[in-house]
Protein backbone atom coordinates (compact mmCIF):
# COMPACT_ATOMS: atom_id res chain seq x y z
CA UNK A 1 0.00 0.00 0.00
CA UNK A 2 0.75 3.55 -0.73
CA UNK A 3 2.47 5.08 2.44
CA UNK A 4 1.97 8.86 1.82
CA UNK A 5 -1.33 10.69 0.17
CA UNK A 6 -2.04 14.72 -0.52
CA UNK A 7 -5.54 13.86 1.35
CA UNK A 8 -6.51 11.50 4.12
CA UNK A 9 -10.37 11.47 4.99
CA UNK A 10 -11.22 9.62 8.75
CA UNK A 11 -14.59 8.16 8.00
CA UNK A 12 -16.74 6.89 4.95
CA UNK A 13 -20.13 8.67 5.95
CA UNK A 14 -21.77 11.28 4.95
CA UNK A 15 -19.31 13.96 5.72
CA UNK A 16 -16.58 11.90 4.25
CA UNK A 17 -18.34 11.35 1.03
CA UNK A 18 -18.87 14.74 0.69
CA UNK A 19 -15.81 16.12 1.13
CA UNK A 20 -13.70 13.69 -0.77
CA UNK A 21 -16.01 14.88 -4.28
CA UNK A 22 -15.62 18.12 -3.23
CA UNK A 23 -11.83 17.90 -2.62
CA UNK A 24 -11.20 15.93 -5.32
CA UNK A 25 -13.25 18.39 -7.57
CA UNK A 26 -11.37 20.96 -6.36
CA UNK A 27 -7.92 20.09 -7.85
CA UNK A 28 -6.40 17.53 -5.52
CA UNK A 29 -6.94 14.13 -7.02
CA UNK A 30 -4.69 11.74 -4.50
CA UNK A 31 -7.27 11.22 -1.64
CA UNK A 32 -7.63 8.24 0.85
CA UNK A 33 -10.82 7.64 2.92
CA UNK A 34 -10.66 5.25 5.74
CA UNK A 35 -13.81 3.59 6.99
CA UNK A 36 -14.18 1.28 9.91
CA UNK A 37 -17.24 -0.40 8.71
CA UNK A 38 -17.44 -2.64 5.96
CA UNK A 39 -19.22 -0.75 3.66
CA UNK A 40 -19.51 3.11 2.62
CA UNK A 41 -22.26 5.35 3.85
CA UNK A 42 -21.64 5.18 8.01
CA UNK A 43 -24.99 5.88 10.16
CA UNK A 44 -27.33 6.51 7.01
CA UNK A 45 -26.79 2.42 6.37
CA UNK A 46 -29.41 1.79 8.89
CA UNK A 47 -31.57 4.70 8.81
CA UNK A 48 -34.25 3.12 6.58
CA UNK A 49 -36.33 5.74 6.92
CA UNK A 50 -37.10 8.67 4.50
CA UNK A 51 -37.38 12.29 4.82
CA UNK A 52 -33.17 12.90 3.31
CA UNK A 53 -32.51 14.62 1.20
CA UNK A 54 -35.56 17.46 0.97
CA UNK A 55 -33.02 20.20 0.44
CA UNK A 56 -30.45 19.08 -1.24
CA UNK A 57 -32.45 16.89 -3.87
CA UNK A 58 -35.91 18.41 -3.28
CA UNK A 59 -36.78 14.75 -2.91
CA UNK A 60 -37.67 12.59 0.26
CA UNK A 61 -34.98 9.77 0.12
CA UNK A 62 -34.16 7.19 2.63
CA UNK A 63 -30.58 6.68 4.46
CA UNK A 64 -28.92 4.22 2.65
CA UNK A 65 -30.41 6.02 -1.00
CA UNK A 66 -28.75 9.26 0.32
CA UNK A 67 -25.69 7.45 0.95
CA UNK A 68 -25.34 5.94 -2.15
CA UNK A 69 -25.98 9.29 -4.28
CA UNK A 70 -22.69 10.06 -2.84
CA UNK A 71 -21.01 6.44 -2.89
CA UNK A 72 -21.66 6.12 -7.13
CA UNK A 73 -19.27 9.92 -6.85
CA UNK A 74 -16.82 8.64 -4.89
CA UNK A 75 -16.74 5.75 -7.30
CA UNK A 76 -17.21 7.24 -10.40
CA UNK A 77 -13.76 9.46 -9.34
CA UNK A 78 -12.02 6.64 -8.61
CA UNK A 79 -11.01 7.24 -4.68
CA UNK A 80 -9.01 5.20 -2.79
CA UNK A 81 -11.09 3.63 -0.29
CA UNK A 82 -10.08 1.03 2.85
CA UNK A 83 -13.69 -0.08 4.84
CA UNK A 84 -12.81 -2.32 7.11
CA UNK A 85 -9.82 -0.15 8.57
CA UNK A 86 -9.91 1.66 11.96
CA UNK A 87 -8.01 4.67 12.58
CA UNK A 88 -5.55 4.34 16.19
CA UNK A 89 -4.16 7.62 15.69
CA UNK A 90 -3.10 10.88 14.05
CA UNK A 91 -0.30 12.91 14.96
CA UNK A 92 1.03 16.68 14.85
CA UNK A 93 2.76 15.85 11.56
CA UNK A 94 -0.66 14.54 9.94
CA UNK A 95 0.72 11.02 10.59
CA UNK A 96 -2.43 8.42 10.23
CA UNK A 97 -1.67 5.21 12.13
CA UNK A 98 -4.74 2.84 11.04
CA UNK A 99 -5.15 -1.04 10.91
CA UNK A 100 -6.51 -3.58 9.12
CA UNK A 101 -6.92 -7.35 8.61
CA UNK A 102 -4.84 -7.59 5.93
CA UNK A 103 -2.71 -4.83 6.07
CA UNK A 104 -1.94 -4.97 10.33
CA UNK A 105 -1.13 -1.47 11.50
CA UNK A 106 0.06 0.37 9.09
CA UNK A 107 0.86 4.08 8.66
CA UNK A 108 -0.21 7.24 5.87
CA UNK A 109 1.41 10.34 5.57
CA UNK A 110 -0.67 12.97 4.76
CA UNK A 111 -0.64 16.55 3.68
CA UNK A 112 -3.77 17.29 4.61
CA UNK A 113 -6.57 15.09 6.89
CA UNK A 114 -9.91 15.56 7.48
CA UNK A 115 -12.27 14.58 10.33
CA UNK A 116 -15.09 12.83 9.67
CA UNK A 117 -16.08 10.35 12.47
CA UNK A 118 -19.08 10.99 12.95
CA UNK A 119 -20.82 10.81 16.39
CA UNK A 120 -22.17 8.13 18.73
CA UNK A 121 -24.74 7.86 21.39
CA UNK A 122 -25.02 9.57 25.30
CA UNK A 123 -25.31 6.37 27.02
CA UNK A 124 -27.58 4.90 30.18
CA UNK A 125 -24.75 5.79 32.30
CA UNK A 126 -24.68 9.51 32.12
CA UNK A 127 -28.21 9.28 33.20
CA UNK A 128 -27.99 7.43 36.32
CA UNK A 129 -31.32 5.97 36.61
CA UNK A 130 -32.07 3.27 39.71
CA UNK A 131 -32.13 -0.33 38.83
CA UNK A 132 -30.45 -3.65 38.22
CA UNK A 133 -28.54 -3.70 34.66
CA UNK A 134 -31.43 -6.36 33.25
CA UNK A 135 -31.19 -7.21 29.87
CA UNK A 136 -33.78 -4.64 27.46
CA UNK A 137 -31.84 -1.90 27.63
CA UNK A 138 -30.54 -0.47 24.46
CA UNK A 139 -29.69 3.15 23.28
CA UNK A 140 -32.29 3.88 20.27
CA UNK A 141 -29.38 3.66 17.63
CA UNK A 142 -27.78 0.15 19.24
CA UNK A 143 -32.03 -0.93 18.46
CA UNK A 144 -31.97 0.51 14.91
CA UNK A 145 -29.23 -1.55 13.82
CA UNK A 146 -30.87 -5.08 15.21
CA UNK A 147 -33.62 -3.84 13.47
CA UNK A 148 -32.41 -2.52 10.52
CA UNK A 149 -29.69 -4.40 9.50
CA UNK A 150 -30.25 -7.74 11.53
CA UNK A 151 -33.58 -8.05 11.30
CA UNK A 152 -34.31 -9.14 15.05
CA UNK A 153 -36.39 -7.07 16.99
CA UNK A 154 -34.96 -6.24 20.76
CA UNK A 155 -38.48 -6.51 22.36
CA UNK A 156 -42.26 -6.48 22.80
CA UNK A 157 -42.95 -3.86 25.14
CA UNK A 158 -41.02 -0.44 24.80
CA UNK A 159 -40.91 2.93 26.63
CA UNK A 160 -38.23 4.97 25.34
CA UNK A 161 -36.53 7.43 27.58
CA UNK A 162 -35.40 11.22 25.94
CA UNK A 163 -37.12 12.85 22.84
CA UNK A 164 -34.48 12.53 20.35
CA UNK A 165 -34.89 11.91 16.74
CA UNK A 166 -33.32 8.31 16.53
CA UNK A 167 -35.58 7.36 19.59
CA UNK A 168 -38.80 8.61 17.54
CA UNK A 169 -37.97 7.23 14.48
CA UNK A 170 -37.39 3.95 16.53
CA UNK A 171 -41.02 4.29 18.05
CA UNK A 172 -42.31 4.25 15.01
CA UNK A 173 -40.40 1.30 13.63
CA UNK A 174 -41.01 -1.24 16.73
CA UNK A 175 -44.85 0.02 16.40
CA UNK A 176 -44.74 -1.09 12.41
CA UNK A 177 -42.84 -4.49 13.35
CA UNK A 178 -45.73 -5.02 15.97
CA UNK A 179 -44.48 -3.52 19.10
CA UNK A 180 -46.46 -1.93 21.27
CA UNK A 181 -44.65 1.32 22.21
CA UNK A 182 -46.18 2.60 25.09
CA UNK A 183 -44.53 5.91 25.92
CA UNK A 184 -41.80 8.54 24.83
CA UNK A 185 -40.56 10.35 27.89
CA UNK A 186 -38.58 13.98 27.64
CA UNK A 187 -37.42 15.45 31.27
CA UNK A 188 -37.35 18.45 29.01
CA UNK A 189 -40.60 20.48 28.63
CA UNK A 190 -40.07 20.44 25.05
CA UNK A 191 -39.10 18.20 22.09
CA UNK A 192 -35.25 17.43 21.01
CA UNK A 193 -36.69 15.96 18.32
CA UNK A 194 -37.73 17.59 14.32
CA UNK A 195 -41.72 18.30 14.59
CA UNK A 196 -41.98 16.29 11.75
CA UNK A 197 -40.66 13.32 13.99
CA UNK A 198 -43.16 13.86 16.26
CA UNK A 199 -45.94 14.67 13.83
CA UNK A 200 -45.15 11.02 11.78
CA UNK A 201 -43.78 8.73 14.23
CA UNK A 202 -45.66 9.46 17.62
CA UNK A 203 -48.93 11.28 16.38
CA UNK A 204 -49.77 8.79 13.43
CA UNK A 205 -49.67 6.16 16.10
CA UNK A 206 -51.31 7.45 19.11
CA UNK A 207 -47.86 6.76 20.82
CA UNK A 208 -48.28 9.05 23.73
CA UNK A 209 -45.28 12.38 24.48
CA UNK A 210 -44.77 12.92 28.22
CA UNK A 211 -42.77 16.03 28.25
CA UNK A 212 -41.25 17.00 31.86
CA UNK A 213 -41.12 13.23 32.74
CA UNK A 214 -38.10 11.14 33.62
CA UNK A 215 -37.56 7.23 33.94
CA UNK A 216 -36.86 7.40 37.66
CA UNK A 217 -36.60 3.37 38.10
CA UNK A 218 -36.08 0.21 35.63
CA UNK A 219 -37.29 -2.58 37.14
CA UNK A 220 -36.30 -6.66 36.52
CA UNK A 221 -33.56 -8.30 37.49
CA UNK A 222 -32.54 -10.38 33.95
CA UNK A 223 -34.85 -8.89 32.13
CA UNK A 224 -36.66 -5.64 32.14
CA UNK A 225 -39.93 -6.34 33.40
CA UNK A 226 -41.30 -2.36 33.87
CA UNK A 227 -40.64 1.37 34.46
CA UNK A 228 -41.59 3.78 37.19
CA UNK A 229 -42.10 7.60 35.08
CA UNK A 230 -42.28 10.34 37.09
CA UNK A 231 -42.56 14.16 36.56
CA UNK A 232 -40.41 16.67 37.12
CA UNK A 233 -40.42 20.01 38.70
CA UNK A 234 -38.22 23.13 36.98
CA UNK A 235 -34.90 22.14 38.29
CA UNK A 236 -36.00 18.67 36.30
CA UNK A 237 -35.98 17.06 39.99
CA UNK A 238 -38.63 14.10 40.11
CA UNK A 239 -41.73 15.12 42.01
CA UNK A 240 -42.81 12.84 44.66
CA UNK A 241 -46.75 11.22 44.12
CA UNK A 242 -46.16 11.37 39.93
CA UNK A 243 -44.62 7.91 39.45
CA UNK A 244 -46.69 6.34 36.44
CA UNK A 245 -45.68 2.47 36.03
CA UNK A 246 -45.82 0.49 32.61
CA UNK A 247 -45.29 -2.45 32.25
CA UNK A 248 -42.82 -3.13 29.39
CA UNK A 249 -39.79 -5.54 28.20
CA UNK A 250 -37.78 -2.93 26.60
CA UNK A 251 -35.88 0.91 27.38
CA UNK A 252 -34.69 2.58 24.54
CA UNK A 253 -32.57 5.46 25.70
CA UNK A 254 -32.14 8.68 23.27
CA UNK A 255 -30.88 11.50 24.91
CA UNK A 256 -28.45 13.17 22.77
CA UNK A 257 -25.07 12.40 20.52
CA UNK A 258 -21.91 13.57 21.07
CA UNK A 259 -19.12 14.05 18.74
CA UNK A 260 -16.55 11.14 18.83
CA UNK A 261 -13.37 13.09 19.22
CA UNK A 262 -11.00 10.65 20.81
CA UNK A 263 -8.78 10.68 17.54
CA UNK A 264 -9.20 14.84 18.06
CA UNK A 265 -8.21 14.75 21.61
CA UNK A 266 -5.14 12.36 20.78
CA UNK A 267 -3.85 14.65 18.31
CA UNK A 268 -4.23 17.75 20.65
CA UNK A 269 -6.67 19.57 18.42
CA UNK A 270 -8.87 22.40 20.73
CA UNK A 271 -12.12 21.08 21.37
CA UNK A 272 -15.28 23.56 21.87
CA UNK A 273 -17.31 22.93 24.79
CA UNK A 274 -20.07 24.11 22.86
CA UNK A 275 -20.23 21.93 20.23
CA UNK A 276 -18.07 18.98 22.01
CA UNK A 277 -15.87 19.21 18.30
CA UNK A 278 -12.77 21.10 17.13
CA UNK A 279 -12.53 24.78 17.15
CA UNK A 280 -12.84 25.58 13.83
CA UNK A 281 -12.69 28.70 11.23
CA UNK A 282 -15.24 29.01 8.68
CA UNK A 283 -13.42 26.92 6.57
CA UNK A 284 -13.54 24.63 8.93
CA UNK A 285 -10.08 24.20 9.67
CA UNK A 286 -9.02 22.92 12.76
CA UNK A 287 -6.32 24.56 15.33
CA UNK A 288 -3.53 22.27 13.30
CA UNK A 289 -3.31 23.48 9.97
CA UNK A 290 -3.99 21.68 7.87
CA UNK A 291 -6.67 19.29 9.91
CA UNK A 292 -9.87 19.93 8.58
CA UNK A 293 -13.33 18.76 10.66
CA UNK A 294 -16.92 18.21 9.31
CA UNK A 295 -20.30 16.56 10.23
CA UNK A 296 -21.20 14.96 13.23
CA UNK A 297 -17.92 14.87 14.33
CA UNK A 298 -17.54 19.01 14.80
CA UNK A 299 -21.28 19.39 15.76
CA UNK A 300 -24.05 17.35 16.34
CA UNK A 301 -26.38 18.44 12.98
CA UNK A 302 -30.08 17.68 12.74
CA UNK A 303 -30.06 16.96 9.16
CA UNK A 304 -27.60 15.05 6.68
CA UNK A 305 -28.25 17.84 4.55
CA UNK A 306 -26.45 20.15 6.34
CA UNK A 307 -23.75 17.57 7.00
CA UNK A 308 -22.95 17.12 3.33
CA UNK A 309 -23.37 20.91 2.62
CA UNK A 310 -20.08 21.46 5.86
CA UNK A 311 -18.29 18.30 4.24
CA UNK A 312 -17.89 20.63 0.72
CA UNK A 313 -16.56 23.51 2.65
CA UNK A 314 -14.12 21.46 4.53
CA UNK A 315 -13.47 19.55 1.26
CA UNK A 316 -12.82 22.69 -0.72
CA UNK A 317 -10.55 24.18 2.18
CA UNK A 318 -8.29 21.40 2.40
CA UNK A 319 -7.69 21.22 -1.63
CA UNK A 320 -6.92 24.88 -0.93
CA UNK A 321 -4.74 24.20 1.51
CA UNK A 322 -3.20 21.63 -0.29
CA UNK A 323 -2.96 23.41 -3.71
CA UNK A 324 -1.83 26.68 -1.97
CA UNK A 325 -0.44 26.22 1.08
CA UNK A 326 -0.52 27.42 4.68
CA UNK A 327 -2.02 30.68 4.41
CA UNK A 328 -1.40 33.25 7.80
CA UNK A 329 -4.62 33.64 9.55
CA UNK A 330 -6.40 36.54 10.68
CA UNK A 331 -8.74 35.45 12.69
CA UNK A 332 -12.04 37.04 15.07
CA UNK A 333 -13.47 34.81 17.63
CA UNK A 334 -17.26 34.51 17.54
CA UNK A 335 -18.87 34.35 20.93
CA UNK A 336 -22.02 32.92 22.21
CA UNK A 337 -24.39 35.72 22.96
CA UNK A 338 -27.40 35.74 25.36
CA UNK A 339 -29.86 32.91 24.82
CA UNK A 340 -27.29 30.76 22.61
CA UNK A 341 -26.19 27.28 23.31
CA UNK A 342 -23.49 27.68 21.09
CA UNK A 343 -22.16 28.77 17.35
CA UNK A 344 -19.75 27.01 14.84
CA UNK A 345 -17.29 27.75 13.44
CA UNK A 346 -16.13 29.52 16.45
CA UNK A 347 -14.03 32.00 14.59
CA UNK A 348 -14.01 33.87 11.59
CA UNK A 349 -10.80 33.90 9.28
CA UNK A 350 -10.26 37.24 7.13
CA UNK A 351 -7.67 35.90 4.96
CA UNK A 352 -10.13 33.32 3.29
CA UNK A 353 -12.58 35.58 1.72
CA UNK A 354 -16.43 35.10 0.69
CA UNK A 355 -19.13 35.02 2.74
CA UNK A 356 -19.47 33.14 6.36
CA UNK A 357 -22.75 31.04 7.25
CA UNK A 358 -22.80 30.75 11.37
CA UNK A 359 -24.86 27.71 12.46
CA UNK A 360 -26.21 28.17 16.16
CA UNK A 361 -28.12 26.14 18.71
CA UNK A 362 -30.91 28.30 21.06
CA UNK A 363 -30.63 27.58 24.92
CA UNK A 364 -34.63 27.16 25.33
CA UNK A 365 -37.75 27.90 23.10
CA UNK A 366 -38.45 31.49 21.34
CA UNK A 367 -41.24 32.57 19.39
CA UNK A 368 -40.59 35.14 16.66
CA UNK A 369 -36.83 35.69 18.27
CA UNK A 370 -34.48 38.09 16.10
CA UNK A 371 -30.91 37.07 15.80
CA UNK A 372 -28.07 39.67 16.13
CA UNK A 373 -24.55 39.39 15.25
CA UNK A 374 -22.81 42.03 17.12
CA UNK A 375 -19.61 43.95 16.21
CA UNK A 376 -18.11 45.79 18.97
CA UNK A 377 -21.34 47.82 19.73
CA UNK A 378 -23.11 47.62 16.64
CA UNK A 379 -25.54 45.13 14.87
CA UNK A 380 -23.69 44.09 11.61
CA UNK A 381 -26.58 41.55 10.85
CA UNK A 382 -30.25 40.56 12.01
CA UNK A 383 -32.72 38.16 10.90
CA UNK A 384 -36.13 36.97 12.02
CA UNK A 385 -37.02 33.96 12.45
CA UNK A 386 -40.85 32.27 13.25
CA UNK A 387 -39.22 30.14 16.11
CA UNK A 388 -36.50 28.70 17.65
CA UNK A 389 -36.14 25.73 19.66
CA UNK A 390 -32.91 23.81 20.68
CA UNK A 391 -33.91 20.64 18.83
CA UNK A 392 -33.68 22.68 15.66
CA UNK A 393 -30.19 24.17 14.39
CA UNK A 394 -30.40 27.65 13.03
CA UNK A 395 -28.11 30.04 10.72
CA UNK A 396 -27.40 33.58 10.06
CA UNK A 397 -25.31 34.52 6.72
CA UNK A 398 -22.56 37.21 6.87
CA UNK A 399 -21.70 38.99 3.66
CA UNK A 400 -18.45 38.83 2.56
CA UNK A 401 -18.36 42.77 3.00
CA UNK A 402 -19.21 42.29 6.76
CA UNK A 403 -16.70 39.93 7.28
CA UNK A 404 -13.85 42.14 5.58
CA UNK A 405 -15.11 45.00 7.69
CA UNK A 406 -15.20 42.84 11.05
CA UNK A 407 -13.03 44.74 13.15
CA UNK A 408 -13.19 42.41 16.65
CA UNK A 409 -14.66 39.57 18.07
CA UNK A 410 -18.30 39.23 17.04
CA UNK A 411 -21.43 37.86 19.44
CA UNK A 412 -24.21 35.87 18.17
CA UNK A 413 -27.51 36.46 19.92
CA UNK A 414 -31.05 35.74 20.25
CA UNK A 415 -33.67 37.96 21.62
CA UNK A 416 -37.65 38.16 21.77
CA UNK A 417 -38.90 41.61 21.25
CA UNK A 418 -40.95 43.12 23.73
CA UNK B 1 -66.99 24.92 10.83
CA UNK B 2 -64.23 22.43 12.20
CA UNK B 3 -60.26 22.96 12.07
CA UNK B 4 -57.78 20.70 11.90
CA UNK B 5 -53.50 21.67 12.82
CA UNK B 6 -51.30 20.44 10.79
CA UNK B 7 -47.62 20.40 10.97
CA UNK B 8 -46.11 20.27 7.30
CA UNK B 9 -43.43 17.72 7.00
CA UNK B 10 -42.57 18.40 3.81
CA UNK B 11 -39.71 20.06 4.47
CA UNK B 12 -37.21 21.29 7.86
CA UNK B 13 -39.18 24.31 8.21
CA UNK B 14 -42.11 22.48 9.59
CA UNK B 15 -44.68 25.20 9.68
CA UNK B 16 -47.89 25.18 11.19
CA UNK B 17 -50.87 25.05 8.79
CA UNK B 18 -54.42 25.45 10.03
CA UNK B 19 -57.09 23.68 7.97
CA UNK B 20 -60.56 25.04 8.05
CA UNK B 21 -63.16 22.47 6.89
CA UNK B 22 -66.79 23.83 6.35
CA UNK B 23 -68.67 21.62 4.76
CA UNK B 24 -67.15 20.98 1.06
CA UNK B 25 -64.81 24.15 1.58
CA UNK B 26 -61.68 23.51 2.23
CA UNK B 27 -59.33 26.47 3.53
CA UNK B 28 -56.18 26.36 4.25
CA UNK B 29 -53.64 28.84 6.40
CA UNK B 30 -50.23 29.38 7.64
CA UNK B 31 -48.26 27.30 5.10
CA UNK B 32 -44.87 28.14 3.90
CA UNK B 33 -45.23 27.23 0.53
CA UNK B 34 -47.45 25.63 -2.12
CA UNK B 35 -46.60 21.81 -1.12
CA UNK B 36 -47.04 22.77 1.96
CA UNK B 37 -50.58 23.68 0.76
CA UNK B 38 -51.74 20.23 -0.82
CA UNK B 39 -49.90 18.60 2.12
CA UNK B 40 -52.59 19.92 4.65
CA UNK B 41 -55.37 19.62 2.25
CA UNK B 42 -54.34 16.13 1.92
CA UNK B 43 -53.94 15.10 5.87
CA UNK B 44 -57.66 16.48 6.02
CA UNK B 45 -58.91 14.68 3.17
CA UNK B 46 -56.87 11.32 2.73
CA UNK B 47 -53.40 11.42 4.67
CA UNK B 48 -51.12 9.17 3.13
CA UNK B 49 -47.60 8.15 4.11
CA UNK B 50 -44.00 6.41 2.46
CA UNK B 51 -43.54 3.20 4.35
CA UNK B 52 -40.19 2.09 4.66
CA UNK B 53 -39.07 -1.50 6.29
CA UNK B 54 -36.68 -4.04 5.62
CA UNK B 55 -37.04 -7.58 3.51
CA UNK B 56 -35.05 -10.36 4.81
CA UNK B 57 -32.64 -11.81 1.41
CA UNK B 58 -31.86 -15.63 0.17
CA UNK B 59 -28.73 -15.10 2.22
CA UNK B 60 -30.46 -13.58 5.48
CA UNK B 61 -29.13 -9.83 4.77
CA UNK B 62 -31.74 -7.13 5.37
CA UNK B 63 -32.59 -4.97 2.07
CA UNK B 64 -34.12 -1.54 3.15
CA UNK B 65 -37.35 -0.84 1.48
CA UNK B 66 -39.78 1.86 0.73
CA UNK B 67 -42.98 2.09 -0.95
CA UNK B 68 -42.71 4.45 -4.16
CA UNK B 69 -45.32 6.25 -3.62
CA UNK B 70 -47.30 6.90 0.15
CA UNK B 71 -49.81 4.52 0.83
CA UNK B 72 -52.88 5.56 2.37
CA UNK B 73 -52.16 6.15 6.58
CA UNK B 74 -55.19 3.46 6.82
CA UNK B 75 -53.59 0.71 4.95
CA UNK B 76 -49.99 1.08 6.68
CA UNK B 77 -50.38 -2.64 9.01
CA UNK B 78 -52.10 -4.04 6.23
CA UNK B 79 -48.83 -2.95 3.94
CA UNK B 80 -46.34 -4.17 6.10
CA UNK B 81 -47.90 -7.51 6.50
CA UNK B 82 -47.21 -8.18 2.81
CA UNK B 83 -43.58 -6.55 3.46
CA UNK B 84 -43.11 -9.02 6.39
CA UNK B 85 -44.09 -12.00 4.26
CA UNK B 86 -41.73 -11.39 1.29
CA UNK B 87 -38.68 -12.14 0.88
CA UNK B 88 -35.91 -11.33 -2.21
CA UNK B 89 -32.76 -12.73 -3.65
CA UNK B 90 -29.75 -10.90 -4.19
CA UNK B 91 -27.81 -8.93 -5.88
CA UNK B 92 -30.83 -6.30 -5.60
CA UNK B 93 -30.58 -2.49 -6.81
CA UNK B 94 -31.99 0.88 -6.07
CA UNK B 95 -35.02 1.15 -7.51
CA UNK B 96 -35.72 -2.93 -8.14
CA UNK B 97 -39.09 -4.11 -7.76
CA UNK B 98 -39.52 -6.19 -4.15
CA UNK B 99 -43.05 -6.58 -3.70
CA UNK B 100 -45.96 -5.65 -6.39
CA UNK B 101 -48.74 -3.72 -5.39
CA UNK B 102 -48.54 -3.80 -2.10
CA UNK B 103 -51.68 -1.38 -2.06
CA UNK B 104 -53.63 0.07 -4.90
CA UNK B 105 -50.89 -0.17 -7.80
CA UNK B 106 -48.23 1.10 -5.54
CA UNK B 107 -45.09 -1.19 -5.57
CA UNK B 108 -42.19 -1.96 -2.77
CA UNK B 109 -39.34 -1.16 -3.79
CA UNK B 110 -35.24 -1.69 -2.53
CA UNK B 111 -33.51 1.17 -1.32
CA UNK B 112 -30.19 0.29 -1.17
CA UNK B 113 -27.49 -1.86 -3.39
CA UNK B 114 -27.06 -4.87 -1.64
CA UNK B 115 -24.43 -7.74 -3.29
S1 LIG C 1 -45.32 24.55 4.04
FE1 LIG C 1 -43.60 24.60 2.61
S2 LIG C 1 -42.04 25.70 3.80
FE2 LIG C 1 -43.55 25.03 5.30
S3 LIG C 1 -42.80 23.04 6.02
FE3 LIG C 1 -44.21 22.63 4.32
S4 LIG C 1 -42.89 22.46 2.54
FE4 LIG C 1 -41.70 23.50 4.13
Redesign the pocket.
Known amino acids: MKGNYDLVIIGGGPAGLAAAVAAYDSGVEDILILEREPILGGILNQCIHNGFGLTRFKESLSGPEYAARFISEVEKRSITVLTNTAVLSLDKGKLVTAMNAEEGVFTVQAKAVILAMGCRERSRGALNVAGSRAAGVYSAGTAQKYVNVFGYMPGKRVVILGSGDIGLIMARRMTLEGAKVLAVCEIMPQTSGLKRNIAQCLDDFGIPLYLNHTVTKIEGDERVTGVVVSKVDENRKPIAGTEIHFDCDTVLFSVGLIPENELTKGAGIELSRGTRGAVVTQSRETSESGVFACGNVLQVHDLVDFVSEEAEIAGVSAARYILGGEVKRDAVEVKNGKNILYVCPQLIDKSVGGKVKLFFRVTDTFKAPTVTVRCGNGAVQTKKLKVAVPGEMQSIVLSEETVRGLNGSVEVLVEVDQ | MSSVKVI????????E?EVLVNGDEISVEG???????E??EAEVVCPRRVVTSTVRSSTGRMVPVKTERPVKRSEIFAVMEKINAAGCSLPVRIGDVIVRCVSEDINVIATANVD
Not at chain 2, 31 to 37: A, F, H, P, V
Request: with cysteine; proline share 6%.
Open positions: CTECPMGCIYGCKRGRYA
